[in-house]
């Protein structure tokens, strides 16, 4: 085995991980360079204890450890949700672990709250699963103190199932989720959003 043998399969992973653009948003894979801004904006409580595995306090190690494993598999795929201008709002992401329906998660820095990031990042994350990834079915979920990330996961036509008991890695306890589920068939009908994102390789 040469040395390319080893990083060619990394590296041919980073480049099928599109850019999706949206009318304000770009979502890309995370850089090593983007640590910094990254930890800073994600070490806040609030974020961390509506998230199922962000730390808090959420330090740049934190950050460099998220960028190092983001992408590296097959069964998650991830983005950060970035302005057009680069400024970096939050991530976002595709699940599909231990052979799950796949599970959309996202959070925003709070600085960012309130201005419809989130439901457009979830469009072009759901678009991207059902139209590129050629997901059936997509599940989510917001704490049930959430109501504004529930509100996200309903505006993009998600339909409740239940509520579950989930760990949340920041309280070091369980906390009750509201569960959410969007099958393809309905996807396709809700299409009259607006734009879908566009996906530039």
Same mark, same amino acid.
């Given at each position: ?6 990083i060619a399969p990394a590296s041919l992973r980073e480049r099928s991980i599109p850019v999706l653009e949206t009318e304000r948003l770009t979502l890309r894979r995370p850089r090593l360079e983007d640590a910094g801004a990254l930890a800073?904006?994600?070490? #806040?409580?609030?974020? +961390? ?12 190690? #934190? ?12 069964? !998650? ?6 302005? @057009? ?9 595709? +699940? ?23 439901? !457009?990042?979830? $469009? ?7 139209? #590129? ?8 979920? +917001? ?5 504004? &990330? @529930? $509100?996200? =996961? ?12 989930? %760990? ?9 989720? #509201?569960?959410? @589920? =969007?099958? @393809?068939?309905?996807? +396709?009908?809700?299409? &009259?959003?607006?734009?879908?994102? %566009?996906?530039?390789?």
């Amino acid at each position: 085995m040469t040395v390319l043998d080893r990083i060619a399969p990394a590296s041919l992973r980073e480049r099928s991980i599109p850019v999706l653009e949206t009318e304000r948003l770009t979502l890309r894979r995370p850089r090593l360079e983007d640590a910094g801004a990254l930890a800073t904006l994600a070490n #806040d409580r609030r974020i +961390a204890e509506n998230t199922l595995r962000l730390p808090h306090p959420y330090a740049l190690a #934190d950050a460099q450890a998220f960028i190092t494993t983001a992408n590296a598999g097959d069964d !998650e795929t991830v983005f950060l949700i970035t302005a @057009r201008s680069g400024a970096i709002l939050g991530a976002c992401g595709i +699940a599909a672990l231990d052979g799950e329906t796949p599970e959309i998660g996202y959070w925003l820095g709070v600085p960012f709250w309130g201005n419809g990031y989130a439901t !457009e990042a979830a $469009r072009a994350l759901i678009d991207h699963a059902f139209g #590129d990834l050629g997901y059936e079915v997509l599940q989510g979920g +917001a704490r049930v103190s959430n109501p504004a &990330s @529930r $509100r996200v =996961l309903e505006k993009c036509g998600f339909q409740w199932t239940g509520v579950g008991l989930y %760990r949340i890695r920041a309280l070091k306890s369980s906390a009750p989720i #509201d569960r959410f @589920r =969007l099958d @393809r068939g309905l996807w +396709a009908s809700l299409k &009259s959003w607006g734009k879908a994102a %566009r996906v530039v390789r």
